[in-house]
């Protein structure tokens, strides 16, 4: 058994200690350190340091690991000890996260995950720091482990520097949601400011050119004040662009046979060894733009990829949504996972069912109609202002109707020999996702009254994972649903 690296006494450590030391050390420091006047004054203070930090040397001392031929074993406890062993064959994920602090001293921060339901859902079952040396033997082993019968079976794919920004820029939800908002505050802003100085100048007009000029120029300063909102949202959603492109730069996954590796990011590196076996269900992901182009992202659910947090389980961030002509499965899907093959929607919405689908953007559109000309009827004196603000709300709106749209056309489920693959829209965004039968824990049909007289119905897929909620595809016939369930289910 071994101890952790030194280096483990920083996560071992509380936030509040570092809220503590900090003015510790900036008092030691203007008192021109004089520790025995700095200790006098900051006793309670340095004796709360002193715990944690004794706390942090105890939990770091009594946590000692061990990574064997067939199982990794932790042992940790101050007073009450506990002895965890998990097999590899049991294990459904391993990441090693290196910042550059760790590659500094060439560590890895390991996290490994079993479908166990133990601790928070968002906390690893075990959690240890090790060298790059040993984070390697670990994943040899796993890869050895997980190939199974499978083992000539090798593929590998990469994303491109150019399409990963590219992608980022064009096909961005989060861009044309800042655009929006951008020009809602500074056209906004403008007409507030410019209607507010009209009408102060009319009210003083009576005082003297000095003092109008002066105020007038104040109250016209919403427009400037409207223009700064907008270029700090505009840099938050650059400093969040460069953030994610710098997590998946050098994007690479390999398969082979049943386990898959991944590799990416560029401030912080990321590995990934997922045992394919334990993949819950493949997702799709799409905006309507995305989907107009055949483009992709592709997210899986497997317990311990992408679940700790500024993580998200995205499987390849861009790829085709379609095989290459000619194939029945290619791109990422079918090289990365041949297993979870796609196929088109067996059963799909009536068109007597096309109002379940666009009642809500109808409404929301007709609604925002209804409160514009409300404000022009109380409010005449701002009908620019009210104006503009119908004419930006009915964008989204109207957005959303087409959505709806598209997902009523393509809304669908299918159950093949060894999957189920429901094709569903939840807010702006498509959703194609693909459940192994041995993966899926429950299939509910649920009807509200009003799908009763139409003979319609819900469909929800849970799977046997961590995650909580449900797949769900709205408003297909029931009795075709029922009759595909006993056929295949």
């Known amino acids: 058994m071994k101890r952790q690296h030194p280096a483990a006494l920083i996560g071992y ?10 003015p510790l050390i900036r008092g030691l420091a203007a008192l021109r350190f004089d520790v025995k006047t700095w200790a006098e004054g900051a006793g ?8 944690m930090v004794a706390a942090a040397v105890l ?44 590659r500094s001293l060439g560590l890895s921060k390991i996290y ?29 082993r796993l890869s050895e482990e997980f190939k199974g019968i499978h083992s000539s079976f090798n593929r590998s794919y990469s994303v491109s520097k150019t399409a990963l920004i590219l992608f980022s820029l064009l096909f961005s939800s989060a861009l044309s949601g800042v655009a929006l ?25 009576d ?16 427009s400037p004040a409207g223009i700064a909102i907008s270029i700090v949202i505009g840099i938050g959603f650059l400093l969040s662009f460069i953030i994610n492109v710098m997590r998946y730069l050098k994007f690479t996954a390999r398969r082979r046979g ?55 389980p995205v499987f390849v961030p861009v790829c085709s949504a379609k095989p290459p002509k000619g194939k029945s499965k290619g791109g990422a899907m079918g090289m990365l996972l041949p297993e979870f093959s796609m196929c088109d929607s067996f059963i799909s919405p009536r068109p007597s069912y096309v109002w379940r689908f666009i009642w809500p953007p109808v409404l929301m559109i007709f609604g925002i109609i209804g409160l514009g000309f409300a404000g022009l009827v109380y409010f005449p004196h701002w009908h620019e202002l009210v104006a503009f603000l119908t004419v930006m709300g009915e964008i989204p709106a109207v957005w959303l109707l087409l959505v709806k749209a598209t997902a009523y056309c393509t809304n669908g489920i299918n159950i093949t020999e060894d999957s189920i693959c429901a094709k569903y829209c939840k807010g702006y965004q498509f959703h194609t996702v693909t459940v192994p039968l041995k993966r899926v824990a429950e299939i509910r049909i649920t009807q509200t009254v009003f799908q009763r007289f139409n003979k319609s119905c819900d469909v929800h897929i ?17 009795t075709e649903v029922q009759e595909l369930i006993r056929e295949r289910g």
């Not at 450590?13 to 900090?22: A, H």
């Not at 690991?65 to 294990?91: A, C, D, P, Q, W």
């Not at 394919?276 to 997210?299: C, E, P, W, Y």
Request: with cysteine; aromatic share 10%; glycine share 8%.
């Open 13 to 22: 450590t509380s936030k509040n200690f570092w809220l503590l030391l900090i």
């Open 44 to 51: 309670w203070d340095i004796l709360t340091v002193t715990v």
């Open 59 to 102: 939990r770091w001392y009594y946590t000692e690991y061990e990574i064997g031929e067939k199982l990794v074993r932790v042992n940790k406890g101050v007073f009450m000890h506990t002895s965890l062993e998990i097999e590899y064959s049991r294990l459904c994920a391993a990441t090693a996260e290196e910042n550059p602090f760790y």
């Open 112 to 140: 490994i995950d079993t479908d166990a339901a133990q601790g928070s859902r968002r906390s690893a079952d075990i959690s240890i720091l090790i060298t790059k040396a040993e984070r390697a033997e670990l994943f040899n």
């Open 181 to 205: 908002l951008i020009t809602l505050l500074s056209g906004g802003s403008d007409i507030i400011g410019d209607r507010l100085q009209q009408d102060f100048v009319n009210a003083v007009n």
């Open 207 to 222: 005082l003297s050119d000095a003092v109008v000029n002066l105020t007038g120029r104040i109250i016209a300063g919403i």
């Open 258 to 312: 049943g386990g898959i590796v991944i590799s990416c990011g560029l401030w912080v590196k990321r590995i990934y060894c997922i045992n394919a076996k334990k993949i819950n269900m493949a997702d799709m992901r799409q905006n309507l733009v995305m989907k107009l182009f055949g483009i992709t992202s592709l997210h899986v659910n497997c317990t311990g990829y992408g679940k700790r947090k500024n993580e998200i």
């Open 462 to 478: 849970y799977t046997c994972s961590e995650y909580i909620g449900s797949h769900s595809v709205k408003g297909i016939p029931i």
